[in-house]
């Protein structure tokens, strides 16, 4: 057989595999059904002139002929769902395809192709695509200089699309030589080799979109035809040693198959050396870049300087208008706003978005896509122009509709891109940036993503590492807190004990001018006795006996326990809900982390001339609830930002009279009731302080 036949059968496989292994992808996507259906067009163009070479005048070269007048209108198709131009000229070029593919396959059908000028029809029906290629080179030049108005053509994978031009002029001029007369064998032979190439870069191009990176794909390449190489050097010594004796069959194969596993990585190794030397110089600068900051992440051991680190790196690779981190709470239920830089973008800025986002919720579906991405072993990082791709590309209204949802939660975060922090398929966090175009010297191509990527999985890493560690140093503590508070509650209890008997033995409560000072003595006795005994209780686990509790009475009979401590100026609400509330809890320590709540709210509004505190109880959840929240607001003071992340640490206090222990203990209460206290304040205003308790179940 000729080298052509040979290369027909090379062409046939790899486009069949390329065009399967892109619908598997995503079956429901009209890019992705296009190219497989080009693909399985060319394979069985290719394999009908294979199977003509091998066994001739069975009618194989006809059925070629047929899949050839088809190919035009095939690619016309791709093209236009791939950049997505609309304008007359391409419509009636496709039409025009369309029209003469019928005839053709009439004319095949009645066998016409005798006619000379038939035949020649259909050699040469594919060089439609030559004019669609020239007039999108044409309109890409005119929007570069600015000569005619033209919808902006999308780029597929490439900021420039000379590459996708140009390497389908050659291919189709190759394909086509062996019906010129006097070229032979050789130029179509490359020629189909390189439309066998080219398919595998198209196909990357479709599958990764506007994050190709062409550097990593060369280098992917490389490696293929490397171990194709080798692999073919190998078996064709190992036939020719085989000669007449099948014996040597299996040992051969057997040792062809140690050599393969041998030298696939050290193959892939050196290539990717190689490739790597022969990056441009905007690759190898972001790399020393994102070298270097690794290298810092190793040194930092506080989540503070690890999230200025990882902003100060996106503003050197990235460089955003906007960026905001979020990190998600030690519950697990919401994402936290905790840095942000540049200028926060304004809601006109952003069309669609009522507000910017804070907070977001742990399942909410942006992350949760994030998530099932990762799941798969597809790229996790979120583009707007992505989704919008996917979104019109959609053969599915459910999944247009999804990815409408998806870049209006974007808009909602004020950003076009979104980057999570995973460990372990778990999100930790995520940046939200406001991109509108790659940086310098990336044009139009994104596909410096994939390159920084890897720097946010290890930011993850450094996240997960630092919980870790944190939580174990707080093992620690606590232990050494509750030997320590054996000692105290011996030590002081027992002369904090003599002294108040002393003081009351010398009668406090007369008129003498020394009774004021027996008093004082007395009143700090038993504060720091509820000091030590708050100690102990924090530093021992909470014993919870679970029995089912109607909440909103509970809290309703507190408030009531609570009226006549409150004074005159400030007004104690409560707002029940109609019917019982259940839950599974121990009342008495609900009612403990009640009273030190509203506690608080009334510290926090001392010094005003009025003021209201309101305790509540709500569902949580909507229509089919499955929480329920025990409110706490006042109009106080509020609590300045700073003091936020440290409310729940022990013997952190605002307040002169406080011991720092009460919101600690409160906290490890609800912990234990599988529930979570959520706490937002405006300084100056107001704080609401939210208990939130799970259901008990029929």
Not at 241 to 265: C, D, Q, R, T, Y
Not at 406 to 414: D, P, S, V
């Amino acid at each position: 057989m000729d080298t052509l036949g040979q290369t027909s059968l090379v062409v046939a496989l790899v486009s069949f595999s390329l065009g399967f292994s892109v619908l598997a992808r995503n079956v429901r996507n009209i890019l992705f059904l296009s190219f497989a259906t080009l693909t399985t067009l060319i394979s069985a163009w290719a394999l009908s002139f294979f199977l003509e070479k091998i066994w001739s005048g069975f009618g194989f070269y006809r059925l070629h002929l047929f899949f050839n007048v088809l190919l035009a209108p095939a690619s016309l198709t791709l093209i236009r769902v791939m950049v997505r131009i609309q304008d007359g000229w391409s419509r009636r070029l496709l039409d025009f395809s369309l029209v003469m593919a019928i005839c053709l396959s009439l004319a095949l059908l009645f066998h016409l192709e005798t006619i000379p000028f038939v035949l020649q029809l259909i050699y040469f029906s594919p060089a439609l695509v030559v004019l669609q290629t020239l007039q999108l080179m044409w309109i890409d030049r005119s929007l570069r200089l600015g000569l005619k108005r033209f919808p902006k053509i999308p780029t597929v994978g490439f900021g420039k699309r000379n590459f996708i031009y140009f390497g389908g002029l050659v291919v189709l001029m190759t394909s086509v030589m062996d019906h010129v007369p006097g070229m032979g064998q050789v130029l179509p032979s490359f020629g189909n080799l390189a439309l066998t190439a080219y398919l595998f870069f198209l196909s990357q191009a479709i599958t990764q979109q506007r994050l190709l990176n062409i550097s990593a794909l060369f280098s992917r390449f490389l490696v293929l035809m490397a171990v194709a190489l080798t692999l073919t050097a190998v078996y064709s010594l190992l036939v020719a040693w085989i000669e007449n004796s099948p014996g040597l069959f299996f040992l051969n194969s057997f040792i062809a198959s140690f050599l393969l596993l041998m030298l696939l990585e050290p193959l892939r190794s050196m290539v990717s050396y190689f490739t790597q030397r022969l990056l441009t110089q905007k690759h190898r600068r972001l790399q020393q870049t994102l070298q270097e900051a690794e290298r810092k992440l190793t040194g930092i051991v506080d989540l503070g300087s690890l999230f200025q680190a990882v902003l100060l790196t996106i503003e050197q690779t990235l460089a955003p208008e906007w960026a905001a981190l979020f990190i998600l709470r030690s519950d697990g239920t919401k994402f936290r706003r905790v840095r942000v830089i540049g200028r926060e973008p304004e809601l006109g800025t952003t069309p669609g978005a009522n507000q910017l986002f804070r907070e977001v919720l742990a399942n909410s579906p942006i992350l949760a896509y994030c998530e099932e991405l990762a799941r798969q072993g597809k790229f996790p990082i979120l583009l707007d122009q992505i989704l919008e791709n996917e979104m019109d590309r959609s053969a599915s209204r459910s999944l247009r509709e999804d990815y409408a949802r998806l870049i209006q939660g974007l808009k909602a975060l004020g950003s076009n891109l979104l980057i999570p922090l995973i460990d372990s398929g778990r999100i930790l966090g995520f940046v939200s940036l406001y991109v509108p175009s790659p940086p310098e010297p990336w044009g139009n191509n994104w596909g410096l993503l994939p390159i920084i990527y890897p720097y946010f999985q290890h930011v993850a890493q450094a996240m997960q590492n630092m919980e870790v560690y944190a939580k174990q140093r707080e093992k620690e503590r606590l232990a050494a807190l509750g030997t320590m508070a054996a000692g105290l509650a011996h030590e002081i209890r027992n002369p904090l004990g003599a002294i108040k008997g002393a003081a009351q033995f010398l009668d406090s409560s007369g008129d003498r001018p020394e009774s004021r000072f027996l008093r004082v003595i007395v009143e700090e006795v038993d504060r720091l006795n509820r000091v030590v005994t708050q100690f102990l209780d924090y530093s021992k686990p909470p014993a919870v006996d679970l029995k089912k509790v109607d909440l909103s009475k509970l809290a309703e009979k507190t408030v009531e326990l609570m009226r006549p401590g409150i004074s005159k100026e400030l007004a104690l609400e409560f707002h029940p809900l109609r019917g019982p509330v259940w839950v599974m809890a121990s009342a008495e320590q609900l009612r403990q982390v009640l009273i030190n709540l509203i506690q608080n709210s009334q510290r926090a509004c001392e010094g005003q001339p009025s003021g209201a505190i309101r305790v509540a109880v709500e569902l949580v959840g909507g229509a089919s609830p499955s929480e329920v929240s025990m409110v706490v607001e006042d109009t106080g003071h509020g609590i300045k930002k700073e003091n936020m992340e440290k409310l729940f640490i022990p013997f952190f206090t605002t307040s002169p009279s406080g011991t720092g222990l009460g919101l600690s203990i409160s906290h490890k209460i609800i912990e234990a009731h599988r529930g979570r206290i959520e706490i937002a304040s405006e300084e100056k205003r107001s704080t609401r302080v939210s208990v939130i308790l799970p259901l008990a179940k029929e």
